[in-house]
T-cell receptor, first 114, second 113 residues
Framework: KQEVTQIPAALSVPEGENLVLNCSFT??????LQWFRQDPGKGLTSLLL?????REQTSGRLNASLDKSSGRSTLYIAASQPGDSATYLC?????????????FGKGTHLIIQP | GAGVSQSPSNKVTEKGKDVELRCDPI?????LYWYRQSLGQGLEFLIY????????KSGLPSDRFSAERTGGSVSTLTIQRTQQEDSAVYLC???????????FGPGTRLLVL
């Protein structure tokens, strides 16, 4: 059974710093990997999706990388801002047609100090 | 355009009552997913629809849970004889196709007293 782990569980950094969030998964037979953010009391917002054949995806100040063979992904946030404060979730989709849905990590709770 | 919507946004019910949660996916999205987010448990996948069909219902926590989708659009998740452990946020997501980006609704916060 796929397991997704995110490290660290919580992170607090001053505004302006660059930071890296880590995600690892136990079964490398994934179809894709998604990074989401969740604000308190809200649903999930998709940030980036990386197909299993891709190495990285970029959107603005965000860059996500994927090393499928080693079961790792990182989310790099450049020049962090207080508005980046949220919980960041990593999720993988297993090969096989979507019937298993996404398997999520427990998230990294990020606080950017003004 | 409109995103995924869910209703009600909050539901408080007494143990033993039935509840029905509704999800309106993004127009044109053929795939629809239900997840549950419990305190300390993370996000748990419940069921997936492709069109009106759910190929695998084994992710539902118990036989008190059922889900259906009609017209390839709206879906309802029904919990019969609710228990306190059913208290959670129930999230719905839709995607244009299988394995595409999933877009989530705001969730229904269920509290069973």
């Amino acid at each position: 059974k796929q397991e997704v782990t995110q490290i660290p569980a919580a992170l607090s950094v001053p505004e302006g710093e660059n930071l890296v969030l880590n995600c690892s998964f136990t079964d490398s037979a994934i179809y894709n990997l998604q990074w989401f953010r969740q604000d308190p009391g809200k649903g999930l917002t998709s940030l980036l999706l990386i197909q299993s054949s891709q190495r990285e995806q970029t959107s603005g100040r965000l860059n996500a990388s994927l090393d499928k063979s080693s079961g790792r992904s990182t989310l790099y946030i450049a020049a962090s801002q207080p508005g980046d404060s949220a919980t960041y979730l990593c999720a993988v989709s297993q090969s096989g047609g979507g019937a298993d849905g996404l398997t999520f990590g427990k998230g990294t709770h990020l606080i950017i100090q003004p | 355009g409109a995103g995924v919507s869910q209703s009600p946004s909050n539901k408080v019910t007494e143990k033993g009552k039935d509840v029905e949660l509704r999800c309106d996916p993004i127009s044109g999205h053929t795939a629809l997913y239900w997840y549950r987010q419990s305190l300390g448990q993370g996000l748990e996948f419940l069921i997936y629809f492709q069109g009106n069909s759910a190929p695998d219902k084994s992710g539902l926590p118990s036989d008190r849970f059922s889900a259906e989708r009609t017209g390839g659009s709206v879906s309802t998740l029904t919990i019969q004889r609710t228990q306190q452990e059913d208290s959670a946020v129930y999230l719905c997501a839709s995607s244009f196709g299988v394995e595409e980006t999933q877009y989530f609704g705001p969730g229904t916060r269920l509290l069973v007293l």
